[in-house]
């Protein structure tokens, strides 16, 4: 069956076949690799996508249910040619190692300062807790954010 | 492949009867089918169908999601709330979900046990409401039909007035429960203990309730007795998470910390 | 360095700063290109059919079943390995595909390409291999009696009569931790067309890959061509073959390009682990807390086969007793054989689990003698000068361990009182704790560990410096990791030009020789030692040629003349090549005795936890460390190894472990082998101690391994001061901690 959805602002669709997830087709039918696969569980937040105006795992979601849907990857965060402040900010912190985590982190905070531009330190590892990055230890993604939402620890 | 896109329940209902297997949220369902366990060709979206995910009252509809239930959700079912999965998870996975898969560590279960909560079912023959502890009949499995649809969950029209909620895992976040517990209290002292990932179903602790109800004003001692019933009244295992003695330990701690906190909180 | 006169100018993004990184806005956008992410035109997909036992004899394959799917290209099995049977690191003792027996579960038995990635899974799923279960071996000691051993050392120095009044004796375990690196194993193999294949696949090592693959293709060198590609991750993964050889051979049958993924259940027994270890020691001291003697036996499993466990166990063996002095010692080490998942590299490389026990030990020594942990660990330290006390290798390079203790214990102690926020209390969000159940506890420990390859190994590494229109290129094999190899190359290269623009080029295995491999601390030495000797060439041969004496992005100054400008001399193809080597190492004698090191780096953490007792929950509130670093040539790159070491060490102290049920791993998923989250992460304080004298270039040490080692034994420290537990194994688990007894 053909699938018809909005993909980072642009109609898309794409042919499915058999239950797979919206990441397999992300990366392997619509050439979108940015999104990654790392865990197929949701237990690592790699694959964050927005769909619908919800942070989502898009390993877990079926390719046939978005139908219809708005759909956000890494690749569509930013203005074109321009960086998300999200990404200004990690960039700068140090926050990018491997970097296989580092899509994930970017829409998942996108998502965050979405809703909540000037998040406590609390509220940002709450909100990223759905994301391991297994290279920082954390500290240079909790600073960028800190800084990002002028809460930069004195 | 073959979807469905219901738009109300009874075409959701239908198209069960036709042996079509139901997606909500997709966060159990997806970890299948991408570890190839499952393979459903057939299959009923119900992300979009707005009549599921209505919630009046004590009446929770099945796509309702744990981020709604974590914001707008009584006490402890929205502390369980907030401890599912990540915040990822908690956008996309639903009560029904929870419900429907039927683990013995699913974070909602031990509050639907410890409040009595009753599953609405859905079918072609009409709607059937089956008590929580009838639902559930083992691990991961329940009375529900293939072509019957989890429609809600339904709380008691009363809640007690206090219920607390705590989870043990080794992770801070985003870990399956060691043990999970609601402890709930009412003004006259009734109390109810619904535990979770220490039985083959969520389970309730009923000689424990039924000697710390009696206790208006519950002393140390009586403390000390109330955890040591629900520690003997448990059944873990012992498995790749934890031990046996460990969980039968901690839910005699936890439930014990929860009864203070309902206490506490009541006195306040 | 540039001298500022003139309208002579100074480098930017040198030495000593901290240069963003130059692959950081990829890897922030999503286009960085990792191995799963190649793509070539008409490429097939490959899988893997793996034994679902720990130990069995394989009586029939039948691929026949597979074959008849539609869409499968080929099905292999050992008899279709065209050249050397076997592959290993070190030892070739693993078979590429498992022959008359499978020996741990989850070895490769056959391989598989389709068209499709699914058809592949299926065409796995239909090989019907028959298997004859026979009994593994998982114990350990048991493989110690029967002499399945892949090595023993024998460690013996100084008088073996010696004795102390004070004696405490402890023993010790540490559990299977996994590198869980983010991106799975991955690669594409593509036929040349003549015969060949170019291998772009995940690795730490191209040029031992190569070696490998070349042997078990049974082709010439200059056939097969490993290319360096982006990965996610390593901490020891990526050392060892998986699928490499596997892609090569569905390539050269097909004759198409096939591309392989693992499953991240398939990375969990596609890539070695860190060795789980069982230590006995005892430790012998003057009552004013001076070592007299230490004795350890040191078992760790290597299970089914050989990998890198008799350098592992070397390194277990000869760091048996930290960064102390002590001049009567003996080390029984002994690396097992059995049917347990394969070890091999991991980040610290069997100074880790030595190092939980020898710190354990130090603390009951402190509290046997009445002494300050630290104070224990300062009268007992090893410096410069000094004769390492299991090697007696004489201590050349700086080593400041007296200033690391120092340092620490210099740091303001973290002082916040447990509060109300159940998110930073131990359990989280799951509201088991509050602030009255908790108990604080602090815990000191320190660790010592080799930097670059020992034992005689000939460690070098080639890079070759050019003086391009785009600005200056280096060229290397070595792998980006993620921990910033591509800033501190270029730093150095522009350091020593003076030239601004620079960066790091990665080239395959025909175009250059090897950088060796990303582990061991050592690519900043090591293949920055190949740059600077490059670059300083490379300027000398530019200012003669020139008549100049200085460089910079103007050109070749002679004084305050511009002799030759930028732009004239990128048209003269002025390179350099240069092979660094760090000072020889040798073999042990027959007593472990000798000079097996090149370098040595000493840190020091203080762990600050939080425990509920009674649950047995922890919440690690606070990091604070010092790390002798040599010179700190990128310090926010230092920042980031500091943290993320710290955090899988963290990992290892209370969650971090793979379950064995006989052979079986057991939680071979993120769902159940549990990595930090942002909410288990302490905050890190971290000081760098600089100290001139070590080999590596501008005077730098390897940073990326300290931080792991000694912060397990510091949170583990911190646990048992909160609770007064013996807490003899690592991870701690909520049970050890709630139901175990106290310490004596």
């Not at chain 1, 809703?115 to 920082?136: D, F, Q, V, Y």
């Not at chain 3, 091999?344 to 490389?349: C, K, P, V």
């Not at chain 3, 050349?396 to 210099?410: F, G, N, Q, R, Y």
Request: contains cysteine; negative net charge; hydrophobic residues 40%.
């Amino acid at each position: 069956m053909i699938v018809s959805f909005r993909l980072n602002g642009a109609e898309t669709s794409f042919r499915a076949n058999h239950p797979v997830s919206l990441l397999d087709v992300l990366r392997d039918e619509l050439a979108l690799p940015g999104s990654k696969s790392a865990c197929e569980q949701g237990e690592c937040g790699s694959c964050s996508v927005i769909l619908d105006g919800e942070l989502v795992c898009a390993c877990l979601v079926m390719a046939v249910d978005v139908e219809g849907s708005d759909v956000t990857t890494v690749e569509g965060i930013a203005p074109s040619g321009g960086l998300h402040p999200v990404q200004e900010s990690l960039n700068r912190a140090g926050g990018v190692q491997c970097g296989f985590c580092t899509p994930g982190f970017v829409v998942a905070a996108a998502d965050l300062f979405e809703r909540n531009p000037r998040p406590s330190t609390a509220e940002i590892k709450e909100a990223l807790a759905g994301n391991i990055c297994r290279c920082t230890g954390y500290g240079a993604i909790v600073r960028a954010f800190e800084r990002l939402a002028g809460r930069e620890a004195p | 492949m073959d979807v469905a896109y219901p738009t109300d329940v009874a075409e959701a209902v239908a198209a069960l009867a036709d042996g079509m297997t139901p997606l909500g949220g997709g966060t159990d369902l997806m970890v299948e089918v991408n570890f190839g366990h499952s393979r459903p060709e057939q299959v009923v979206a119900l992300r979009r169908l707005t009549e599921l995910s209505e919630w009046e009252g004590n009446r929770i509809g099945a796509a309702v999601t744990w981020r709604r239930i974590e914001r707008d959700g009584p006490t402890a079912l929205a502390q369980a709330a907030r401890t599912v999965g990540s915040p990822q998870i908690r956008n996309a996975g639903t009560i029904g979900g929870n419900v429907g898969t039927a683990s013995p560590a699913g974070d909602g279960l031990p509050f639907l046990a410890a409040v009595d909560a009753r599953i609405e079912l859905t079918s072609p023959e009409g709607t059937r409401v089956v008590p929580w502890n009838e639902f559930f009949t083992g691990v991961k499995q329940t009375s529900r039909r293939g072509d019957e649809l989890i429609a809600a969950i339904l709380l008691p029209e009363e809640l007690p007035e206090r219920h607390e909620f705590g989870k043990i895992g080794v992770r801070n976040a985003m870990v399956i429960a060691t043990v999970c517990c609601v402890v709930t209290r009412g003004s006259d002292g009734t109390t109810t203990v619904g535990l979770g990932s220490v039985a083959p179903t969520p389970m309730r602790a009923r000689r424990a309730e039924e000697m710390i109800s009696a206790e208006v004003d519950p002393s140390d001692s009586a403390l000390d007795e109330f955890a040591r019933l629900v520690s003997s009244e448990v059944t873990p295992i012992t498995d790749h998470r934890s031990t046996e003695a460990y969980r039968r330990h901690a839910a005699g701690v936890l439930a014990r910390r929860l009864l203070e906190r309902t206490i506490r909180r009541g006195v306040a | 360095m540039t001298t500022e006169t003139g309208r002579r100018s100074t480098v930017r993004d040198g030495i000593g700063e901290s240069t963003i990184r130059p692959d950081g806005i990829p890897k922030l956008t999503g286009s960085f290109e990792y191995a799963q992410d190649l793509h070539a035109e008409g490429m097939l997909w490959g899988t893997t059919v793996r034994s679902p036992h720990p130990r069995a004899r394989i009586v029939s394959i039948d691929i026949a079943p597979a074959l008849a799917i539609g869409g499968v290209q080929a099905v292999l099995t050992q008899d279709d390995v065209p050249g050397r049977a076997m592959f290993g690191l070190e030892h070739p003792d693993q078979p590429v595909l498992a022959q008359d027996e499978v020996r741990y579960w989850g070895e490769p038995v056959a391989v598989v390409a389709a068209e499709d990635e699914d058809t592949a899974r299926r065409a796995a799923a239909a090989v019907v291999v028959e298997y004859e279960e026979l009994e593994p071996l998982v114990d350990p000691e048991e493989a110690d009696r029967r002499g399945e051993v892949f090595r023993r050392l024998r460690i013996r120095r100084g008088d073996q009569d010696s004795a102390g009044p004070v004696v405490v004796e402890g023993y010790y375990e540490v559990g299977m931790q996994d590198q869980a690196p983010l991106g799975t194993e991955a690669g594409l193999a593509v036929p040349d067309g003549h015969g060949g294949v170019d291998l772009y696949a995940t690795s730490q090592y191209v040029h031992a890959d190569h070696e490998q693959v070349v042997a078990s293709l049974g082709l010439r060198p200059d056939q097969v061509r490993s290319h360096p590609v982006g990965i996610g991750g390593a901490f020891g993964a990526r050392e060892d073959l998986n699928l490499h050889i596997h892609l090569c051979m569905l390539a050269l049958h097909t004759g198409r390009p096939v591309k392989m993924v693992y499953h991240r259940d398939e990375s969990f027994t596609g890539h070695v682990h860190r060795h789980p270890a069982r230590m006995w020691y005892r430790h012998e001291a003057d009552t004013d807390g001076r070592l007299v003697r230490v004795e350890a036996r040191l078992l760790l499993d290597g299970g089914a086969y050989a990998s890198t466990t008799a350098a592992v166990l070397a390194n277990a063996s000869y760091f048996a007793v930290g960064p102390y002095r002590c001049d009567s010692v003996a080390v029984d080490g002994a690396g097992t054989r059995t049917n347990n998942p394969p070890c091999g590299a991991m980040r610290g490389f069997g100074a880790v689990q030595v190092c939980f026990a020898h710190e354990s030990q130090m603390d009951r020594l402190a509290a046997a003698v009445g002494l300050d942990p630290l104070e224990l660990r300062r009268r007992n330290a090893l410096a410069t000068g000094d004769r390492m006390s299991t090697t007696g290798q004489l201590i050349e390079t700086p080593l400041p361990v007296t200033e690391v203790i120092d340092s620490l214990s210099a740091m303001p102690l973290f002082a916040a009182e447990p509060g109300d926020d159940p998110m930073a209390l131990p359990g989280g969000s799951g509201l088991t704790t509050e602030a009255v159940h908790v108990r604080r506890g602090i815990g000191y420990a320190l660790g010592l560990k080799n930097l670059g390859f020992s034992e005689g190994y000939d460690d070098y590494a080639q890079a070759r410096v050019r003086l391009t229109a785009d600005g200056v290129v280096i060229e290397t094999a070595a792998i980006e990791v993620g921990q910033g190899l591509v800033n501190v190359l270029a730093q150095i290269a522009r350091t020593v030009l003076g030239v601004s623009r620079a960066e790091v080029r990665h080239v395959d295995t025909s175009q250059i020789d090897s950088a060796g491999s990303t582990s061991a601390s050592r690519q900043t030495q090591l293949s920055g030692g190949a740059t600077h000797q490059a670059a300083v060439r490379l300027r000398e041969r530019i200012l003669v040629g020139h008549g100049g004496d200085h460089l910079d992005d103007a050109g070749v100054w002679s004084g305050d003349t511009l002799v030759t400008p930028m732009s004239q001399l990128v048209t003269e193809s002025w390179e350099e090549t240069a092979t660094f080597r760090h000072p020889p190492t040798e073999k042990p004698d027959a007593d472990g005795q000798g000079t097996m090191h090149a370098d040595f780096a000493v840190a020091g953490h203080r762990a600050v936890v939080d425990v509920d007792p009674d649950l047995g929950l922890v919440r690690v509130v606070r990091i604070d460390t010092a790390q002798d670093v040599g010179r700190a040539l990128n310090p926010e790159s230092i920042r980031g190894q500091i943290e993320g070491g710290i955090m899988q060490g963290v990992g290892l102290a209370v969650m971090e472990e793979l379950v064995l049920d006989q052979g079986r791993i057991r939680n071979a998923t993120f769902t159940d082998y549990l990595l930090p989250t942002i909410l288990d992460a302490p905050d890190v304080e971290a000081l760098l101690i600089e100290q001139d004298g070590s080999w590596g270039p501008f005077g730098a040490k390897g940073v990326g391994e300290p931080p792991t080692i000694s912060s397990t034994p510091a949170v583990a420290s911190a646990i048992r001061a909160a609770t007064g537990k013996e807490l003899n194994r690592v991870p701690v688990r909520p049970q050890d901690i709630a139901l175990s007894g106290d310490a004596v």
